[in-house]
Structure formats: C-alpha cells, structure tokens
C-alpha cells in the first residue's frame, strides 16, 4: 500500500471539477485517505515548489497555484505514486494521453489541472507539507 499526494489546481476548482476528478481516482480503485479546500498564500506555493526554484517558469507558477482554493488530498493504493501519474498524464497537456486527467480537462502546461507527486520520496514530504499531522 502507497500514499500519494494529488492537487486539485484553482483552474479545475474553479471549474467545478471537483467531483469528476475524483470520481476518477475512486474509479481506478484508489481511496481518498485525507482531503482540504484551502487557498495557499504565494509564500506557501513557494516553499511547495521549492525544487522549480530559480527555473523561468517558477514565478509564474506559484502566482497561479495561490490564485484561487485548491483541494489537496491523500491518496491510497497498490503502486500509488505511479498510477496516479499514469492517470493524470504528462505534465504538459498537449503531451497527455486521451482518456488521462490532464488531456481531458487542462487548458495549458502553468493551468493543468492536477498535480501529483512524481516519486515516493517526494510523495512523503508532499503528504507531510498539506497534511503534518498524517502518519
Ligand atoms: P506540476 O506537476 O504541478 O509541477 C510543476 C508545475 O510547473 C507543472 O505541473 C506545470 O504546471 C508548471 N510548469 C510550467 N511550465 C513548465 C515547464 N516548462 N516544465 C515543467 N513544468 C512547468
């Protein structure tokens, strides 16, 4: 068993998103283990995104990701960390398979919809950063 962390961004809040998303998880036998609705301040997107540091994209992606709620959540199963990324697809949309998250609902590679931890290194700080009191 693996726990991931999945983001739901302001774009696909926004578009009342939401429950389609997860139904999709739930769908591929994935449980929901914890959730929150909160907006970060640009401050908090930063320290999340601390490892884009310094890359030409970083300024404009913690601006995005405090611009509106976001719906974090824990997310568990077999194989976790890689079944989510199969299921959300490439970060960039015009990459992303059909049938993925991110072919099906993302406008562009800054407002793609989802995020999802990309090891379980990095799942573990991810899970502990939104949820510090999770075991
Ligand atoms: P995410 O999985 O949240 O991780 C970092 C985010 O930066 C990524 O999704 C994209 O939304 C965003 N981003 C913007 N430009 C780039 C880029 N050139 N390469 C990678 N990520 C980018």
Known sequence: MEKTLLIIKPDAVQRNLIGEIIRRIEAARF???????????KSVAE???AVHRGKPFYDELCNYMSSGPIVPMIVEGEHAVAGIRELIGKTNPAE?????????MAVSLTKNSVH???????????VKFFFPREE
């Open 31 to 41: 449980k929901i283990a914890n959730i929150r609705h909160l907006r970060m301040a």
């Open 47 to 49: 320290d999340f995104y």
């Open 96 to 104: 992303a398979h059909p049938g993925t998250i991110r072919y099906d």
């Open 116 to 126: 999802a931890s990309d090891s379980t290194e990095n799942a573990a700080r991810e």
